[in-house]
């Protein structure tokens, strides 16, 4: 990495700025702020400080109608709001998908909006964390703060998750090098353990490296629990692993004080899938009949956890919700956003600050590119290439306000700090618009049928 | 807007009146004594008219509601509805969504409820799900009895930065007074250990439940907050566990009150899970008489019940030791939640069958102390909700304290397990709850607990919260006809909010923003600035979040309802 000098001509310093980044939200960001744009970022990780300060990079900036040519053109913001809101307005099976990177605020207006169209509302989880929630519901939930693991934790557990460059701050800032209170010397009164079958960044700076086999996930963490219920293992090699080292590891987790693993898409997305989960769960709720044990799932966007909360205490279920037959309804596999394109079901496709042209599987994305797209975003990406109307928003945490819930359920609010460009609208502001032209759409139809 | 509710039959027992055939009158959201010949009249005669319930301890909103939602949806499948009318869909049985939390109380005459657990630094997520919550007001309690900070203080013995610390804190996370519960014993659970009695430190700090009661019950009264420390004791659920619920009671005996609008200097909260007698599950007994004897011996005291209502819930408290074992003893799924340098939570399913002893024990137990404790001002209805069963079984609950009948008859035919009357002395209780002294646990004790001004009585300048209840009291024996008590208070023929007609006929007709209620202490700014000070460094240090982003900003409270002490020495 080259030396930069650091930045010294700036107008003024916004403190305690929460990133737009990861799950770890990360709130204690200064930004270095020179005639309305972040020019430096103090305290931030790469990943932030580049979203935060190349957010002109790509910037969408103005609302966008593509034509009968197949090209997007610019409009105005009431003929881009009023033909999303008259495509909306007029789906049979419309699905709203995203939402992890924006605020709560704005999933206030959008549940409405969901809940007068019978849409689907899903979010990012159906494509990451949807097994870890699926497990969650299998067997329990035992997880804590990223305080409890900075104070007390003398073991950290990294699994399927390589937070070195996933969440680089995670290890500085949570759980293995800071100063807690009954750790007082940080990193050295902590043991490490990265489980994985790469020899991965975060397991080049661990103290245990413990390399199973692809796909051995499952094998390996119900070794483990065999061992902790006192079973002998039948088998020399499990998932690759010696089994002196299964009985070694397995000691060593029975006499910490406090544990806590962590795990990422490593887990869910190999072959057990969700029940890779089940079984790291139930493992350490054994390990709490010998000592204190936690778990979390690496959330990868700053607000997918916040989606999943908030569609809990509105609607009771987490993710994937249908609203379809005018009451809420929560299926794996049926109500989900993936399982909906491929069946070639949904008819109007709005999109929130995500990326599904990017991250989903070719059969989901070829039905997307046949229906129309309504895009939500700041930044251009391949679901703009798909998107019949484009909307530009604002950057959370720095050009707008608003809530989101850390990876471990922490609710912060993530204050602005510059404002936005001219052209732009506030998520917030855009849903609420939307939601208001659709009753009236839907008012002059109630009328007009009668 | 006037209105007039005419020819009811009013149970106001604040004021004394205990069904008396009177009209109740309110102008613009207010009691009032007369209004004008304009005022539109509603006519109720012949029904039961009350003050709005007021609910002293449920869980409705939060963190450690979200998780039940998220890992249970089997739960929230069971009371999916359609929307309809004014209101949205509905889903949740134990755990409803937030919408559907509000419309059910409303629909039961309810207009305030308390959450009972409100972890500080997750306040804020609370108060988001308050926002949610339609038509019934919310009054937060933040748990302080595993708090570092108030540990460290007990420690060193000093009260005076207690009180300087929870004035700080109901400010910073706008809370309404200080919440107990498993003092010690969820800190000790950050070691995966709980602690056994009042008198057993937590591992470290060396400090014990006792101390931590009496030192927060102490900075209480130099506040002189309007509700007293809210406290669930040491041991709950554990065989054998009464004496540490009566000692627990008693070591604020000497505490003197210092506020003018409460009886009690303590509350103590579901006490059934707190009366248990024997020393295992094997042996266990009621203990409900022991403690309702000395709730009866002493007025410092109030409590409520958290009555075993018998069906399936998930169990959920900051006693996240107890929760893991319940999951131990019941197989079923464990969720925990530990909130750094405050406290813990844990949750778990859980079954209360009429077929099982033990909740048939427990639902005796609960029943035996709604009857054994003499003073209705001294207990209160809940269940803990959800932890003994959801709130939407209290007008059931109701039914069985007005009829000894139904009660014996459940016990008769096996409707509940034989250890309900051979483990307690719940058949040989044959009082019955008149429908004022209903009126006293349902609504009145509780408002008189936390010392609203503003609710809970029809006395003119109050709130127009009122319920009406389509039920004739002099034509129908509670006694013969529990089913009759059950569907009336479960379908309020009208609840009135603040003057507004929130509920006709069991119906929700229309939708209120809710409003919390918080209290600000004023007169102490000298002190909280010190303790500020002395907080910072340890603040910053070991929480994971900046004091500028833990902070509850007026965002989050869009309606509130700002209750202002004047602390005094």
Known sequence: MAYEEPVTDYDNIVENCTCAFCGCNCDDLDYLIKDGHVVAVRHACRLGASKIMEDMDQRLMVPMIRGEDGELAETDWDTALDKAAELIAGAVRPIFYGWSETSIETMKHGIRLGELVGAVLDNQATICHGPSLQAVQNVGYPVMTLGEVKNRADMCVYTGSNPMNSHPRHLARYSTFPRGWFRPRGRFDRTVVTMDPKFSDTAKMSDIWVGFEQNGDYGFYNAIRAVLKGKELQHDYISGIPKEDIYELAEAMKNTQFGALFFGLGLTHTLSKQRNIDIAIQMVQDLNKHTKWVLMPMRGHYNVNGFNIFMAYEMGFPYGVDFSRGYPRYMNGETNTIDLLTRKECDVFMVVAADPGAHYPGGAVKHLAEIPVIQLDIHWGPSTEIADVVLPGSFIGVEAGGTSYRMDGVPIYMKKAIDKPETCRDDEWIVRELLERVEKIKAEQAIASK | ?569
């Open chain 2, 1 to 569: 807007m006037e209105y007039i509710l005419k020819n009811g039959i009013v149970y106001d027992p604040a004021n004394n009146v205990a069904g008396e055939k009177k009209d109740v009158m309110f102008k613009d959201g207010k009691i009032v004594d007369n209004v004008s010949s304009d005022a539109k009249i509603l006519d109720v005669t012949d029904k039961i008219v009350m003050p709005a319930g007021v609910d002293p301890h449920a869980h409705v909103a939060g963190p450690k509601l979200v998780t039940g939602r998220i890992y249970r949806p089997e739960d929230s499948r069971k009371g999916v509805t359609a929307k309809k009318g004014v209101c949205r869909s509905e889903s949740g049985f134990s755990i409803p969504s937030c919408p559907a939390t509000g419309y059910r109380y409303s629909r039961m005459g309810y207009g305030t409820v308390t959450e009972a657990a409100v972890p500080p630094l997750e306040a804020k997520h609370t108060h988001e799900e308050i926002m949610a919550i339609p038509n019934v007001d919310v009054t937060p309690l933040p748990l302080f009895g595993n708090n570092w900070f108030v540990l460290q203080y007990v420690k060193e013995g000093q009260i005076e930065e207690i009180a300087a610390f929870i004035s700080s804190w109901l400010k910073i996370v706008k809370g309404y007074g200080i919440k107990i519960v498993n003092p010690c014993g969820s800190e000790a659970w950050g070691w995966g250990m709980n602690v056994h009695g009042i008198d057993d430190p937590a591992p470290y700090w060396d400090v014990t439940g006792r101390e931590m009661v009496r030192a927060l019950s102490q900075a209480n009264e130099m506040l002189g907050l309007p509700h007293s420390i809210h406290v669930h004791p040491n041991d709950l659920g554990h065989p054998g566990n009464f004496p540490t619920t009566v000692s627990t009671m008693d070591c604020v005996k000497d505490v003197e009150k210092n506020s003018s609008v409460r009886n009690q200097t303590i509350h103590i909260t579901h006490a059934q899970f707190h009366s248990y007698g024997g020393t295992s599950w094997r042996d266990a007994e009621s203990g409900a008489g022991e403690v309702a004897d000395y709730v009866n011996k002493n007025k410092h005291v109030t409590c409520d019940v958290g009555q075993v209502t018998l069906d399936e819930t998930t169990t959920m408290t900051a006693d996240a030791p107890m929760e893991y074992d319940l999951s131990r003893l019941n197989g079923l799924k464990w969720a925990n939640k530990d909130i750094e340098l405050e406290t813990a939570a844990g949750l778990v399913p859980f079954i209360y069958s009429g077929k099982a002893p033990v909740s048939s024990l427990q639902w005796a137990i609960g029943l035996e102390l709604f009857l054994k404790i003499e003073d209705p001002w001294q207990v209160c209805l809940t269940t803990d909700h959800p932890n003994a069963g959801p709130f939407i079984r209290y007008p059931r609950i109701i039914s069985w304290l007005m009829s000894n009948q139904r009660r014996q008859e459940m016990m008769d035919n096996r409707e509940v397990h034989p250890w309900s009357h051979k483990r307690t002395s719940l058949a040989t209780l044959d009082r019955e709850y008149d429908f004022n002294e209903i009126a006293i646990i349902t609504r009145a004790a509780a408002a008189k607990i936390y010392g609203y001004q503003d609710r809970g009585e029809l006395t003119p300048g109050y709130n127009a919260d009122i319920a009406v209840y389509d039920l004739n009291p002099n034509d129908i024996d509670p006694s013969k006809e529990p089913a009759a008590i059950e569907q009336a208070f479960g379908n309020a023929m009208y609840t009135i909010k603040d003057g507004q007609i929130l509920v006709k006929d069991g119906e929700v007709v229309q939708i209120k923003p809710s409003q919390t209620i918080w209290t600000n202490v004023q007169g102490y700014e000298e002190q909280e600035k010190m303790i500020m000070e002395k907080v910072m460094p340890t603040f910053n240090r070991y929480y994971t979040v900046k004091f500028e982003n833990y902070k509850v900003h007026d965002h989050y409270l869009p309606n509130p309802i700002e209750v202002k002490v004047q602390a005094s020495k």
